[in-house]
């Protein structure tokens, strides 16, 4: 990936890699003024960040079971998308800086999530691991109520409460809670931003993490709600047993800043017994951390031909912080922030596809200064270096201006964004396997290739030409006002139900929903008499009222044969008079 992804071990390297996590923290409440440590100047840090540049992400967004989340929204400052049914996204000329960029994901149901990086040239990969909005437990205002995880992490509640716009709340509480673990593998994803902060006198620092608290609080309409200002309360975070004899007395605390994207110190947490114990004026992602000086660091990973290697993962190992690790772009490169003034050992590793032993290693370091390097994995007889290029057209010829190809090799997955049609993923694999499968996706068309089986000709596979001619079976695709295209290619019905037609999808944990009612339907026509009904969390807003326009019925077959349907007009909210305009296509197989 484009920047290094820092481990998650409590020794870690501090924050070694500007993808790395130490927090206890929650990330999904709106900023309040009350959630700023009033001696942070958000305004003088960002001249940390260098120029304004422009740069290209392709992103996958995964739940903790490690599937695709679809429909989550994703945002690189003023550039948005949505993810596909495989949870991609990409993001072309998306504003960030020289030093840092920062990628934001959101879906109902789940805890907001994000990832910072410090950018390079090509296509800046990212993952990110979405928490699900799991109640911990309940309480209610006016009530002082500890709530508990089984690992023992919990929170002390004094019970006064504020709704996001600051007034005061009174009802039920509903608490959700994550505790990350260094020790965890997964924690690295499920972070947000990366170990990198502004302490208390506003200076750079990298972070390795001890553990980190997530907690929100919902009240009983699902509204926001965070401790009321004068109040306060108490966390408590247990230590894996592997970083005890690394852990100080005393440790600071840090929130994560999610508008910025970056921690702030704010306060300060005491060991007693195997837990560290502090307490916040509001929530967010809160994380224990020993802040470092750091530099920032890339890698450039090249083989014996002076070719660039992609995908492959970089871990840098220092004594005193751990490891962290990331992995190398389509350029051969991987970015990130490393603690200054450290001997590091690198090591090359292709873990999915051969052994767990580096192929290739080396001692590089102290730096002092920002620094870029080159290694060159040797010859090895049991390694091969592999290029597969080819073109993806749509089902007409033409070159795909806004796609993806997808290689699968064992359990690892390799892709390319695909603007011009071109496409090249270069990989390194073992001799003990020679097949591959490639998959590509056309946004535009919404289209999609077969599973197509190739066998590597090393060192380079030429596919050739390959076609989208499958269309996605079912779909449903809107745009409400200036907001990003919602398509839906899966849980999509529709058919006739007595004299109204019907159009409707459901997400799969029910939290998204879209319904089209057409009243007296009489075949194909244009019809000024639809309701829509629908929700979905990309937009602060349920729809659910009238449609004023109009919907034109194209075909209307029997069941099992298609509906096919474009509407237009304004969409009047019942509750406010507002009206938005949406449209919208519907290609869906009749079910009744």
């Known amino acids: 990936m484009n920047s290094i992804k820092r481990l998650l071990k409590p020794i870690a390297l501090l924050s070694v890699f500007a993808l790395v996590i130490i927090s206890c923290d929650k990330d999904d409440s709106p900023t ?18 260098g120029n304004d540049i422009l740069r290209t992400f392709l992103g996958t967004v995964v739940d903790t079971n490690d599937n695709p989340i679809d429909n989550a ?16 996204f990409i993001i072309e000329d998306a504003p960030v800086n020289q030093r840092f960029g920062y990628v934001k994901a959101e879906k109902a149901g789940f805890i907001h999530a994000s990832r910072a990086v410090v950018p390079s040239n090509g296509t800046n990969k990212v993952r990110i691991m979405m928490l699900a909005e799991t109640i911990a437990g309940s309480t209610s205002s006016g009530t002082q109520e500890t709530i508990a995880l089984a690992n023992g992490a919990s929170v002390a509640l004094e019970g006064a409460y504020i709704k996001a716009d600051g007034s005061s709340y009174s009802g039920n509480v509903n608490v959700i809670m994550h505790h990350l673990d260094p020790a965890d593998d997964n924690m690295r994803d499920q972070m947000p931003g990366m170990l990198y902060a502004a302490n208390a006198q506003n200076e750079e620092r990298m972070l390795q993490t001890f553990g980190m608290l997530a907690v929100e609080l919902r009240g009983s309409a699902g509204e926001d709600l965070n401790i009321a200002e004068g109040s306060s309360a108490e966390i408590r975070m247990p230590l894996d047993a592997s970083l005890m004899s ?17 921690w702030i110190e704010d306060g300060q947490a005491t060991l007693v017994g195997t837990e560290y114990v502090g307490t916040v004026s509001h929530f967010s ?55 200054s003034g450290e001997t590091l050992e690198l090591n090359v590793y292709n873990y999915d596809v051969c052994s767990q032993s580096p192929i290739y290693t080396e001692t590089v370091g102290p730096f002092n200064a920002d620094s870029n390097i080159s290694v060159t994995i040797p010859d090895n007889p049991n390694i091969i270096s592999e290029t597969v290029t080819g073109l993806f057209n749509d089902c007409d010829g033409n070159p795909v201006t806004n796609g993806y190809v997808d290689l699968k090799y064992g359990e690892q997955h390799f892709s390319d964004l695909v ?16 097949t591959f499968r490639i998959k590509a996706f056309d946004y535009i068309n919404i289209q999609e290739t077969d599973s197509l089986y190739y066998t590597f000709t090393t060192p380079l596979t030429n596919l050739g030409s390959i076609q989208s001619c499958n269309t996605v079976e079912e779909f449903i695709t809107y745009q409400v006002d200036d907001q990003p295209v919602v398509t839906y290619s899966f849980n999509v019905y529709g058919g006739l139900d007595g ?6 999808y459901n997400s799969n944990n029910q939290e998204n929903w879209f319904n089209l009612y057409i009243d007296s339907f009489n075949g194909p026509n244009t019809y000024t008499n639809s309701y829509l009904n629908f929700y979905d969390d990309n937009f602060s807003m349920v729809l659910e009222n009238y449609f004023v326009g109009t919907t034109n019925v194209t075909t209307f077959g029997d069941v099992g044969d298609y509906i096919d349907i474009n509407f237009s007009g304004l969409i009047l909210d019942e509750n406010s008079a507002d009206e938005t305009p949406i449209s919208g296509s519907i290609h869906v197989l009749r079910d009744y």
């Open 32 to 49: 309040t003024p009350q959630e700023q440590n009033q001696d942070h100047n958000a305004a003088a840090f960002a001249e940390n960040f």
């Open 285 to 339: 992602f809160w994380n224990c951390d020993i802040p470092a000086e750091y530099v920032d660091f890339c890698v450039t990973v090249l083989n014996s031909d002076g070719n660039p290697v992609a995908n492959t993962q970089v871990n840098l190992t220092s004594t005193n912080y751990g490891t962290g690790y990331g992995y190398t772009n389509e350029n051969g490169v991987d970015c990130g922030k490393i603690p």
């Open 419 to 434: 603007t011009d049609g071109e496409f090249e993923i270069n990989l390194i694999r073992c001799n003990a396997d020679d």
């Open 246 to 262: 690394n852990a100080p007395a005393t440790i600071p605390l840090w929130y994560f800043d999610e508008v910025n994207g970056y």
């Open 499 to 504: 004299n109204y037609l019907t159009v409707n």
């Open 73 to 88: 929204m994703i945002s690189i400052g003023n550039k948005t998308a949505i993810t596909d049914s495989n949870g991609v």
